[in-house]
């Protein structure tokens, strides 16, 4: 399978898509642990940039495949992964994929109760010019939430020097609602994609039914959003339990 895709026409255009998707392990809604299947519903999104939540590396109970890296050479790309779990082998976690050229910034944990949480921050060159990617996976809790997204509008992270002097994406699993605290500390300092294009919001979990509207991409106010769409074929359906939602920029 060759599940790659050409950016330059879009980057030259400026044009740029920005991809976040839950893989839950790469373990579908019908139980099947498929991670060519997930690569598939990124290549046909066209996506340049890629933030990947729930990924195994080396885990057993998904046969030990380098997830992050088994996608990104399906989809001709680079990874950058951070494994906010690290027990022994086995490792879990987030990562960022693209073919454009990139510069890890920071990855490392969030303060976390119970299943631990990280962010990981690149640095892309999109046609000449820098924009800052930082990918999270926020807790189930809404206390864990609030103390992750403080920590990551601290100076180690959004309020780094680095990361006002470029256009900014902020975008994964949040595990929160527009009305939750978590949501709205983010909207403080960022736009909300879905909100700012022409495109009625959509849930993204659960993939089958979608009701919630948990997956975000948030936005520094100096980029401009084309259009918003979650997708919703079947294969999307059955690859994961979250929708992946991908947001157009005008860059």
Known sequence: MSASTDTSHRTEARELRILTYNVHSCIGTDRLLDPGRIAEVIAQSGADIIALQELDVGRKRTRGIDQAQMIATLLKMEAHFHPALHVQEEKYGDAILTALPTRLMKAG???SVGETRGAIWTQ???GGRKLNVLNTHLGLRNIDRIKQVRTLLSDEWIGNP?????PSVVCGDLNARPSS???RMLGGQFRDAQLSAAERPRSTFPSRFPLLRIDH????QDL???AANVISTPLAKR???HLPLLITLKF
């Open 109 to 111: 944990p969030l303060p």
């Open 124 to 126: 892309v060159d999109a």
């Open 162 to 166: 680095d990361f006002h002097a470029a």
């Open 181 to 183: 605290p978590a949501y």
């Open 217 to 220: 991409v948030f936005l520094s």
């Open 224 to 226: 401009k959003v084309s």
């Open 239 to 241: 690859a994961s339990d």
